[in-house]
């Protein structure tokens, strides 16, 4: 499977990774589908939709209030790393991520492509009123106001049942289509559009490494399948390419 892996990588002219929650899973990030997902225990209706944060801000942003700790204490991983190494070294294009712990940029990849916004940005929720900024650590008092206009703030991640950010999906799109090779590395592939990546990639004629502990809706397309933690395969590819 490895040498495989290698094999492709090698002879690849545009290669581009994939991720999704498992990748940062051994930085000591729950991921959301799965035994211990944190879908198991809360529900995404609650907590992730417009409507839930309509209905009671105060909960949602206790839960990212909450998440926001654990990210704030969490480092990137030998995963993370291998990919910013592959990128460095002129092999790996672009990183389009649906995570929004912000790791990969940490770990050093310049690309990234964030698909499902930062958990450290924050947005005005009056969508006439255009104030963003940026958190170094999570808010004190919550729902923070916003200080232009007096409404409350979000964070500035994409919940069920909203669009993608245009700029981020278009950029994304376009690494898919020049790419000949995915790697995608620990996600379930079971939101949309996020999970159509790999299968643009693969209409142009490109093929699909996987790295999973277990299978996703992405295995049946995959020309690779590596079941394996993140962590420990990323750098035997990397140590098998000579970087
Ligand atoms: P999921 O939680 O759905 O899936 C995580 C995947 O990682 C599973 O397929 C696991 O088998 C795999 N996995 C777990 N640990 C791993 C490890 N150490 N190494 C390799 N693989 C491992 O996460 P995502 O696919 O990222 O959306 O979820 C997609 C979206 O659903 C998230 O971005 C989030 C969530 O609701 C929004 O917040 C909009
Ligand atoms: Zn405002």
């Known amino acids: 499977m490895f040498n495989e892996a290698i094999e492709l ?7 581009i990774a994939f991720t999704g929650a498992g990748i940062s899973a051994e930085s000591g990030i729950p991921t959301f589908r799965g035994p211990n997902g944190l879908w198991r ?3 995404a209706e609650d907590l992730a939709t417009p409507e839930a944060f309509a209905r009671n801000p ?39 991520t649906q995570n ?3 790791l990969h940029t940490s770990a050093g990849s310049r690309n990234v492509i964030e698909l499902h916004g930062n958990i450290w940005r924050i947005k005005c929720s009056n969508s006439i009123c255009n104030f963003k900024s940026m958190l170094s650590e999570p808010p004190e008092e919550i729902p923070p106001k916003c200080p232009r206009c007096g409404s409350l703030l979000r964070p500035d991640v994409v919940w069920f049942g909203e669009p ?3 700029e981020a999906w278009e950029k994304a799109v376009t690494e898919a289509s020049r790419a000949d090779l995915v790697i995608v ?22 093929k699909i490494i996987e790295i999973n502990i277990g299978g996703s809706a992405i295995t049946p397309i995959a020309d690779v399948f590596i079941k394996c933690r993140a ?5 035997k590819i990397t140590e098998g390419l000579g970087l």
């Open 9 to 15: 990588i090698k002879h690849s002219r545009y290669v």
């Open 41 to 43: 225990r809360f529900r």
């Open 58 to 96: 105060t909960l949602v942003w206790e839960w990212y209030k909450w998440r926001m700790k654990v990210i704030s204490r969490a480092k990137p991983n030998a995963a993370h790393l291998a990919l910013a190494k592959m990128e460095a070294a002129g092999i790996l294009r672009a990183v389009i």
């Open 100 to 102: 929004v712990d912000g």
């Open 164 to 166: 993608l950010p245009p």
């Open 185 to 206: 590395i620990g996600t379930s592939g079971a939101v949309m559009p996020a999970a159509l990546i790999p299968t643009i990639t693969k209409d142009k004629g490109g």
């Open 231 to 235: 962590s420990e395969a990323l750098p």
